[in-house]
C-alpha cells in the first residue's frame, strides 16, 4: 500500500511542478532552474543525511553516486525546463509519459532485461503518440524545432536511463545518502553549465513569487519528490516508478488550464491517450 501512496503523491506533485517551473524559468534561467531546486532539494535532506551518515559504515559509492546525480536530474530537468521555453507545461507532460516506455527500451538495450511481442507493440504505440503531438510533423524534430518537443523525448530517455542504473548499482545504499548526494551533483552541473552559458538566476529579479515557486521546486518538487521516486524504485521496479509519469499529465493538464489557461487541444488529448496504452502494454506482461 506504501508505494501506491508514494506514486500517487509524486505524481501529484511533479503535476504541478510543469507549472511551476513554466511560470518562473525566465527568472531563473534554464540552468539555473536546475542548480536551485536541486542545491535546495540536497539542502532539505542535509539534516537527516547527517544522522545516516553518521550510522553508514560500508564506503560510499560517490562514482554510482555522480553518474546518477547526472542521468537522473542534473541533464534530463536541464532538458525539461528548456522544453518550457518552448512548448506549453501541459505538452512538457504528457511527453513526459514516454518515460516507462522508455525505461523499458533501456533495460533491454542495455541492462539485459527481456521484452517480448506486447511489450515492442507498446513502445511502437508510444512513438505514435509522440507523432500525434507534433501534428504528424516528426521529421521538423531533426531540425531547429528540435528544441522543445525533441528536448523532452531525450529528457525521458535519460530518466530511464537513470531509473535503471540506480536499481541496479545502488539498491543496497541508504536511500537518504542516495538522494542527496545525487541531488548535489545535479545542483553542480546546473552551476556548471548555466556559468558557461551566462544562464544563472537573476536574483535581483526574483519578486516573492518567484521567490516562493523556487522554493517548492526544492524543498517539495525535488528533495520529497526525489525520496518519493528512489523508494519506489528500490522497493518496487523501475518500470513501475516510470508509471508516475502515467498519472503527471493529468493533474498538469487540468493545473495548466486553470492557472496559465492553455489550450487542451484534440492532440494533445490523443497524443495522451495513445502514448498511455503504450504504457499499459508495456507494463502488461510484466504482471503476468
Not at 8 to 31: E, N, P, Q, R
Not at 37 to 56: Q, S, V
Not at 133 to 162: C, D, K, P, R
Amino acid at each position: 500500500m506504501k508505494i501506491y501512496v508514494a506514486l500517487l503523491s509524486l505524481s501529484f506533485i511533479w503535476g504541478i511542478a510543469f507549472i511551476l517551473i513554466k511560470m518562473t524559468v525566465d527568472d531563473t534561467g534554464v540552468w539555473g532552474m536546475v542548480f536551485l531546486r536541486c542545491f535546495l532539494g540536497a539542502l532539505t535532506l542535509l539534516p537527516l543525511f547527517l544522522i545516516r551518515l553518521r550510522h553508514f559504515e560500508r564506503p560510499i559509492p560517490y562514482k554510482q553516486l555522480i553518474i546518477l546525480g547526472i542521468l537522473n536530474a542534473g541533464i534530463p530537468w536541464g532538458l525539461l525546463a528548456w522544453s518550457e521555453t518552448v512548448i506549453n507545461s501541459n505538452t512538457t507532460s504528457v511527453i513526459n509519459a514516454l518515460t516507462p516506455i522508455f525505461t523499458a527500451l533501456i533495460g533491454y538495450l542495455f541492462f539485459k532485461k527481456k521484452l517480448i511481442k506486447k511489450q515492442w507493440l507498446g513502445i511502437f504505440i508510444g512513438f505514435l503518440g509522440i507523432v500525434i503531438l507534433t501534428e504528424f510533423q516528426i521529421h521538423q524534430l531533426l531540425g531547429s524545432n528540435f528544441i522543445g518537443i525533441g528536448t523532452m523525448v531525450l529528457a525521458t530517455i535519460f530518466y530511464g536511463f537513470g531509473s535503471q542504473y540506480l536499481k541496479k548499482h545502488l539498491q543496497k545504499l541508504d536511500l537518504v545518502i542516495t538522494i542527496t548526494i545525487s541531488l548535489f551533483v545535479a545542483s553542480i552541473v546546473g552551476l556548471t553549465v548555466g556559468f558557461l552559458f551566462n544562464d544563472l538566476p537573476n536574483f535581483s529579479q526574483f519578486d516573492v513569487q518567484t521567490t516562493l515557486v523556487v522554493l517548492i521546486l526544492g524543498t517539495i518538487g525535488s528533495g520529497v519528490a526525489h525520496f518519493l521516486l528512489y523508494y519506489m524504485i528500490i522497493n518496487g521496479t523501475p518500470e513501475f516508478a516510470a508509471t508516475v509519469a502515467y498519472i503527471i499529465p493529468i493533474t498538469a493538464i487540468i493545473s495548466s488550464y486553470i492557472v496559465l489557461n492553455e489550450p487542451i487541444t484534440a492532440n494533445l488529448l490523443l497524443g495522451m491517450l495513445i502514448i498511455f496504452s503504450g504504457i499499459y502494454l508495456t507494463s502488461l506482461v510484466r504482471k503476468t
